[in-house]
């Protein structure tokens, strides 16, 4: 009995998550989510909290089209501002924004963080529905979560699973050391980027932002998916709408630009920032990080994601190779990666 209803629970949630790009879903009111889900309910009370929750986050989740292709976006709130991934803008600075309703906006350039591969986007527009950003720092491993989307332009689209790790440290395939980041086992597909992962109470707590890749099979690793937390998502959303910049990342910064040796031997320096961390410790142009607070970098990636789990006004020792060949290891006080 309990297997019928979980197909239902399955049938319920291919019929809400399935509608294509052009299609308009039904307008008929939202339910709100319930409190919770208590034992007694059962398999029919989790069917309907999860119908309760896409119902509701649905109209908060959009299509996000650029010259380049599809992504999703989150509204943030009232006026028309829009989150989502900087991976999703790209280049681009107007939009064409599709509502859960059918209706499609153009929209403008609010502002990008590339560190935490965030952006903002606005539109101008009547009647949204802003989701509600839940506290990320409350999650726990094991919590149950959605990913809504628009995933190969398949608009509302919905796929379940938990949250699997917290404080996972990911680099993108273009370099960009992301911030401390939620993994989860629902399953996140191209155009899932931007959108919302939500618990069961119908609030924001990531974005989703990437799938693992298998080195070995190629392509992506099914049920490993990362996602940006909500606290991460609502303050660099809230500076870029207020400044149009972010003016404070809560990022490191060491204050070079270097390349990866062969062979993971280090990152060699080939610029210094004038005035930055690194040049007050003394590190020089020709210099090979080898470590940064006791942590090996090998290579670029690596060295990315070692600072991106530090904080700015640390102060960390910097294992150098030298020129000459000397080894030795200078006390840096990190900066703060400027917006």
């Not at 996602?227 to 609502?234: G, R, T």
């Not at 062969?262 to 410790?281: C, E």
Request: proline letters at 7%; one cysteine or more.
């Amino acid at each position: 009995m309990a297997g019928r209803k979980w197909l239902a629970a399955l049938a319920a949630l291919i019929a809400l998550g399935a509608c294509g790009f052009e299609q308009t879903p039904p307008s008929s009111a939202v339910a709100s989510p319930s409190a919770g889900v208590t034992p007694e309910g059962g398999a029919n009370g989790l069917e309907d909290q999860f119908i309760s929750v896409i119902q509701q986050v649905s109209q908060s989740v959009v299509v996000i089209e650029t010259a380049s292709g599809l992504g999703s976006g989150v509204i943030f709130d009232a006026q028309g501002d829009i989150v989502t991934n900087a991976h999703v803008v790209g280049q681009s600075s107007t939009f064409r924004v599709y509502l859960a309703t059918g209706r499609s906006y153009d929209g403008r350039l609010v502002g990008t963080f590339v560190p935490d591969d965030l952006a903002v986007i606005r539109i101008a527009a009547n009647d949204l529905h802003p989701a509600l950003f839940g506290d990320s720092d409350h999650l726990r491993v094991g919590s149950i979560v959605m990913a809504v989307g628009s995933p190969l332009g398949l608009q509302s689209s919905v796929t379940e699973g938990i949250v699997s790790a917290l404080g996972r440290q990911v680099t993108e395939p273009n370099g960009v050391a992301l911030p401390p980041l939620i993994q989860t086992s629902a399953d996140i597909n191209p155009g899932n980027s931007g959108g919302a992962l939500v618990d069961l109470n119908g609030e924001v707590i990531g974005i989703p932002t990437l799938a693992a890749q298998d080195p070995q099979a190629g392509g992506t690793a099914p049920g490993i998916g990362f996602a940006i937390p909500s606290n991460v998502a609502k303050d660099i959303a809230t500076q870029l709408i207020k400044d149009g910049r972010v003016t404070n990342s809560h990022r490191a910064f060491l204050g070079v630009q270097v390349a990866s040796l062969p062979n993971g031997a280090g990152v060699s320096v080939y610029a210094v920032v004038p005035g930055g961390p690194a040049d007050k410790a003394g590190l020089k142009s020709g210099d090979v990080i080898t470590t940064i607070a006791g942590r090996p970098t090998p290579d670029q990636p690596a060295m990315a994601s070692v600072l991106s789990a530090l904080e700015p006004g640390q102060q960390v020792q910097v294992g150098v190779t030298k020129s000459d060949g000397s080894a030795t290891s200078l006390s840096v006080i990190l900066g703060e990666l400027p917006g």
